[in-house]
């Protein structure tokens, strides 16, 4: 004789939205001379003027970390004797006479290129846009994507998953008391949980059927969606 459990499985969802609290991203500082020392060198005094310039903004010189700092050559070729190709007569001979003496080798001429990778820590993400246009007037690359976070990053999560396991239980007893009955134990239980800058929001508001309605008022917010299925045993 078979059995059957009575139940019910839900899927809770939850987005647990909080203002950025800090932003970072990588920059490039490049500089090229004859020789490696002054390559190095160019590199750091460029490296001190950015940060001379971004710490009005509030960027201290403990928030740009070099990350990485390699230094390469690159070698130029150069004919000394003629400045240029050698030249082809009329049907392809020299134009130079018989015992002229032959073009030299070619010469190479070396460049030292130093580049820095350094991150750049935001204390204030309000002056974000300040501080990248301030690095762009320095001529320095913004090489990364901006990345924005909270200090709280583990309570944020908590507090998307505690969100979704309500929502979860909500609808279980939805449920369970429309069908006269009540919701008792849980049997299972399974999580996932997505941070975004924005991206769900806008996946949110694109197809509001699919991912549900009420996309956040500030612009800019970090959210936590968490998705919650569980399994409640029917009593």
Not at 162 to 185: H, I, M, N, T, Y
Request: proline share 6%.
């Amino acid at each position: 004789m078979q059995t059957q459990m009575d139940g019910v499985m839900v899927i809770g969802e939850a987005v647990w939205r909080v203002p950025p609290e800090r932003a970072e991203f990588l920059i490039e500082i490049t500089a090229s001379a004859p020789t490696a020392a002054q390559a190095l060198q160019d590199n750091q005094l460029k490296a001190a003027q950015v940060a001379q310039a971004v710490a009005p903004l509030g960027v201290q010189q403990a928030d740009l970390q070099t990350i990485s700092l390699n230094v390469y050559n690159v070698y130029t070729p150069v004919l000394a004797a003629y400045g240029g190709l050698p030249k082809i007569g009329s049907g392809g001979f020299s134009p130079y006479a018989a015992g002229a003496p032959p073009v030299p080798a070619e010469i190479q001429s070396a460049a030292y290129h130093a580049r820095n990778i350094l991150r750049v820590n935001v204390r204030d993400p309000k002056r974000l846009g300040e501080i990248v246009d301030v690095l762009a007037r320095t001529g320095t690359a913004i090489v990364s994507s901006l990345s924005v976070g909270v200090s709280d990053e583990a309570g944020a999560r908590r507090h998307a998953l505690e969100a979704a396991a309500k929502d979860a239980r909500a609808k279980a007893e939805a449920l369970a008391g429309a069908s006269g009955k009540q919701v008792d134990d849980a049997v299972a239980i399974a999580e996932d949980l997505v941070a975004s800058n924005g991206v769900y929001a806008a996946l949110r508001s694109a197809a509001p059927f699919a991912f549900g309605a009420g996309a956040p008022q500030v612009a800019g917010e970090l959210e936590y969606y968490a998705r919650v299925s569980a399994s409640f045993r029917l009593k």
